[in-house]
């Protein structure tokens, strides 16, 4: 089954109940280094301020992080650190294949401390220090699950708890 382009947005507004009542800065909304915009490749085969790993493929007008096989994986990392109070991501994607059935076990956001260390979570490390939004495309059958798939979650961890597939 193939996922329709879906529009993500988070808004994550950190600790102190008084940054509720802050005004939005709008001179901060877009900040370049930090986003993707059509046409992707940059000069060379690399897009500026952004790193790639594993299966990852950028043309001018996708990025691929991993492709229709077994046991690949991709990653996108920033990297340049993001130190804003507030901020907002939007993020489009699609999940698609050669059949109807949703491939891989999914992809996540990641904003964390850590950056560009493969793991078992969703292509990053298990025991994070920061956020996760994960969308898990696959029941792995590990025990009864409280939800059905595909399934779309999100973890802050201060890198003391391990993410548990189900």
């Not at 109940?17 to 877009?30: G, I, R, S, V």
């Not at 900040?31 to 490749?41: A, G, N």
């Not at 952004?50 to 992080?65: A, E, H, P």
Request: net charge positive.
């Amino acid at each position: 089954m193939e996922l329709k382009v879906l529009r993500l947005i988070i808004t994550v507004l950190l600790c102190q109940p008084n940054l509720l009542w802050a005004e939005w800065n709008t001179k901060d909304f877009q900040k370049r280094e930090h986003s993707l915009i059509k046409p992707y490749q940059g000069s060379g085969f690399g897009v500026p301020n952004w790193d790639f790993q594993g299966s990852t493929m950028v043309t001018s007008n996708y990025i691929r992080l991993t492709p229709d096989q077994r046991s690949k994986q991709g990653a996108l990392w920033n990297k340049i650190p993001f130190r804003v109070r507030n901020w907002e991501v939007q993020v489009n994607f699609k999940v698609s294949g050669t059949t109807r059935d949703l491939f891989g076990d999914g992809f996540a956001f990641w904003y964390t401390k850590e950056r560009m260390e493969i793991g078992p979570v969703f292509g990053s490390k298990d025991h994070f220090s920061g956020l996760a939004v994960i969308a898990d495309t696959y029941s792995n059958h590990n025990g009864p699950h409280n939800h059905q798939h595909p399934y779309l979650s999100a973890m802050v961890n201060n890198g003391s708890i391990s993410y548990d597939h189900d």
